[in-house]
């Protein structure tokens, strides 16, 4: 026989005089009841309070262009935009567990070197020459390009080129808080010594080699500037064979190439090609995602948590968010489309909690 009863897991138990003064007795001693609770802790399934959200470049650009006027690089630290997803307000959060902002660097500017234990990625978004510096090498960063700060890594960015530099920002900030692990620290100097040429470390473990007797000594890719040329260049061969996936059209992932997982611990980075008038079947997964269009206009449909849709319509530069377990399908309008991704996935498939879901129109929504 079945009970008929609610269960705690879908509403809060029922409330009677007894009860609530037995939950204000215990409140002295910290104590509170799961079973009020129970609903909100123990879902059957995410309901994100991220939402879907797009930033349009051509909006936005002109506030990060102002923010050059208003601030230095050097007394900002980082001179960002944070994009704060709309259910999120105030937390510096783009999804649950990942931090996004548009940083600007002006010619002939430096933003100083530190270190943090938080992760970050740049996906280059506007201009070229700039660099950054990482633990003692140089990558000049050009449009499209991925490039990696990884924890604890000093890290100094410098504007040598004549037109100011745009790129976007993932960092793992709030799943490093949710440990309380922060750490950061400031050089003594602006910017740190360099001790190898630029371009080292391609060379050295992103042509399919590897030193002789290399050996793994770090959770992150010891490549930290997947160059976009290099990344189009295998979409484009790969398109060839019209070996399209229904749900993603040409996706590929960044790897380490010394395990061949992900580039980063805790963000997975992705890098798709969805031909002209594609449209994909309906998808899903447990790892909100952050959007970079690098090339093409169409539109995203997301299915919000309370069931409603939301199409977003997407170009050259745009970000967009889809949340944890909402359903989504892309449409190509103009061109070829070229989108960056990040996401939480490598974190939470090393905790054994990623999941996805494939669809078709029927059972979307
Ligand atoms: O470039 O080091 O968007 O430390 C936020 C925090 C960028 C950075 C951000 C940071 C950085």
Redesign the pocket.
């Known amino acids: 026989m079945t009970d008929a009863r609610p269960r705690a897991l879908d509403a809060p138990a029922s409330r009677t005089g007894e009860r609530e003064a037995f939950y204000r007795r215990i409140d002295a001693s910290n104590l509170a009841p799961l079973w009020e609770v129970l609903h909100t802790l123990v879902k059957r399934e995410p309901r994100s309070a991220a939402v879907p959200a797009l930033w349009r470049y051509d909006d936005i650009r002109p506030f990060i262009l102002e923010s050059g006027g208003l601030i230095t690089a050097r007394e900002a630290?980082?001179r960002?935009l944070?994009l704060e997803n709309p259910g999120l307000r105030g937390k510096s959060q783009i999804t649950s567990s990942l931090?996004a902002?548009l940083?600007l660097i002006l010619p002939g500017e430096v933003?100083p070197a530190?270190r943090?234990a938080?992760s970050?990625l740049?996906f280059i978004v506007e201009g070229s020459g700039a660099y950054t510096a990482v633990e003692g090498e140089k990558t000049i960063m050009r449009p499209g390009d991925f490039v990696i700060?990884p924890s604890w890594a000093w890290?100094d960015?410098g504007n040598d080129s004549a037109e100011p530099m745009v790129w976007l920002?993932g960092?793992d900030?709030p799943i490093v808080a949710a440990f309380d692990a922060q750490f950061?620290e400031l050089h003594s100097a602006e910017r740190q010594p360099i001790g190898r040429p630029v371009g080292d470390a391609l060379a050295r473990y992103g042509a399919g080699l590897l030193p002789v007797g290399y050996e793994k000594r770090a959770l992150t890719s010891p490549v930290f500037n997947y160059p976009y040329a290099r990344t189009r260049e295998a979409l484009e061969t790969m398109r060839r064979a019209e070996e399209w996936d229904p749900c993603h059209g040409l996706k590929l992932q960044y790897v380490n190439p010394v395990d061949g997982g992900f580039a980063m611990p805790t963000i997975g980075t992705f890098m798709q090609l969805l031909p002209r008038g594609f449209a994909t079947q309906p998808y899903r997964c447990t790892d909100g995602t952050v959007f970079s269009v690098v090339e093409g206009r169409g539109t995203t449909v997301v299915t919000r948590a309370d069931g409603g849709e939301e199409t977003l319509e997407w170009g050259p530069r745009d970000v967009f968010v889809v949340p944890s377990w909402c359903w989504s399908h892309h449409r190509v309008a103009d061109g070829d489309a070229v989108l960056f991704s990040f996401s939480d996935r490598p974190a939470q498939a090393k905790l054994g909690l990623w999941r996805e879901m494939r669809g078709n129109a029927s059972t979307a929504g």
């Open positions: 630290e980082r960002v944070v931090y902002g940083q933003a530190h943090h938080q970050a740049r700060t890290h960015h920002d960092l900030i950061a």
